[in-house]
């Protein structure tokens, strides 16, 4: 193809791209009812590469990832101290709109509790996601998607097969 179509079709495909990011949320978009926090092992963790300025390790619960017909990504991750304190957090990430959500955290006297601000949040910007940018980035989504399905996740994520490929 000829250098100067191709630099078109480039800039085409990515004027698409950043008008789709800019699009308002579909009005009638609706998250599918939230399941109970399921159950979780701390000793089949597949380890995550820490954020940076991190002092926690991260871990996710590979028996834990699941997608939604809507495009969500949820899963079990475990945050671990240098001390042997952890967190654990039941949460989702929207690919399509790079946001995180946390549904509920794990305390080992009294279960899990419902996060009552667990509102969806951006993925980015916030010292508080940068877990969740690092999961996605991993492989929970390919671009502004969900990495096909759990198990390809859960491949990805192990190192089964290349982030972001399927």
């Known amino acids: 193809m000829h250098p100067f179509k191709t630099l078109v079709l480039a800039l085409l495909l990515a004027g698409t791209s950043a008008i789709g990011q800019l699009m308002p949320d579909d009005p009638n978009w609706r998250e599918s009812p939230v399941p109970p926090p399921p159950g979780f092992d701390v000793n089949r963790l597949i380890p995550l590469e820490s954020p940076k300025g991190s002092t926690l390790t991260y871990g996710i619960d590979p028996a834990t990832v699941t997608t939604t ?98």
């Open 69 to 166: 017909p809507e495009g969500i990504v949820r899963y079990v991750i475990v945050a671990s101290s240098r001390e042997g304190g952890q967190n654990v957090m039941y949460e989702g990430i929207r690919c399509s709109k790079a946001q995180h959500r946390v549904y509920a955290r794990y305390n080992a006297k009294s279960g899990w509790s419902p996060v009552s601000d667990g509102d969806w949040q951006p993925l980015y910007g916030s010292a508080a996601s940068r877990h969740a940018v690092t999961l996605a980035e991993a492989g929970a989504c390919k671009d502004r998607a969900v990495n096909r399905s759990a198990s390809t996740i859960v491949r990805t994520l192990r190192g089964e097969q290349p982030a972001g490929f399927d």
